[in-house]
């Protein structure tokens, strides 16, 4: 029978910034793409408005139109929701752009490369072993736990995962939390 872990450490993600699109640009075929700010654009025909939310190169700053609703009637609308495309509401902004139907529908996916930042306290690594770590994602932010435990702590991948029990696979990416144990070093 094993003891239980003798120091808790909680670790917490979240994002820095809006990740960016990887989308081709028509014009310069760069592979980057930005919601700068987070706006929409909303067009009414009618009975019938169309959404689209605005992105930009970040190589020749051309914008382009990603299409969240397309020739729907305004009374499918929650008032709300209609209200928050036409003040561009950031939240708003954040739920569609993270939305994985508009990622498919457009061909898109996110680089979260500098978008994230880990709130971690100092490594009790000098404490009692073992050291359970419970990481908690404050916004759906994909990693692999590999990568995330080894910057925390400060080792290489490979000395993370010798020392590092873990009931999820390490080299998948996630956004949901999950809890591991660091044991003693050599």
């Known amino acids: 029978m094993s003891s239980p872990p003798h120091t808790v450490l ?19 075929r760069s592979e980057s793409a930005t ?4 706006r929409f654009r909303v067009n009414a025909n009618g009975k019938l408005l169309d959404v689209w939310l605005l992105v930009r190169c970040v190589s020749c700053d051309r914008t382009s139109k990603l299409t969240v609703h397309e020739r729907t009637p305004v009374r499918s609308f929650d008032p709300a ?8 509401d950031p939240d708003l902004v954040t739920s569609t ?8 529908r457009h061909h898109f ?8 930042r880990l709130d971690a306290p100092s490594a009790g690594l000098d404490a009692a072993w073992p050291v359970q770590v419970a990481v908690v994602f404050a916004d759906p932010v994909p990693l692999r736990p590999d990568r995330l435990i080894a910057q ?13 029990k873990c009931d999820i696979p390490l080299r998948r990416p996630t956004s ?9 070093g050599d």
Do not use: I, K, M
């Not at 993600?13 to 028509?26: E, M």
């Not at 929701?81 to 561009?88: F, Q, S």
């Not at 949901?176 to 003693?184: D, E, N, Y």
């Open 81 to 88: 929701e209609l209200h928050g495309y036409g003040v561009n």
């Open 176 to 184: 949901t939390g999950f809890t591991f144990t660091v044991l003693a």
């Open 152 to 164: 925390g702590l400060g080792l290489s991948r490979n000395e993370a995962l010798r020392r590092v």
């Open 35 to 38: 919601t700068g700010e987070g």
């Open 109 to 116: 996916t996110l680089d979260w490369t500098g978008a994230w």
């Open 10 to 28: 909680p670790w917490v993600v979240r994002r820095t910034r809006l990740p960016l699109l990887s989308l081709r640009c028509v014009d310069c």
């Open 97 to 104: 752009l993270l939305d994985p139907l508009l990622a498919r």
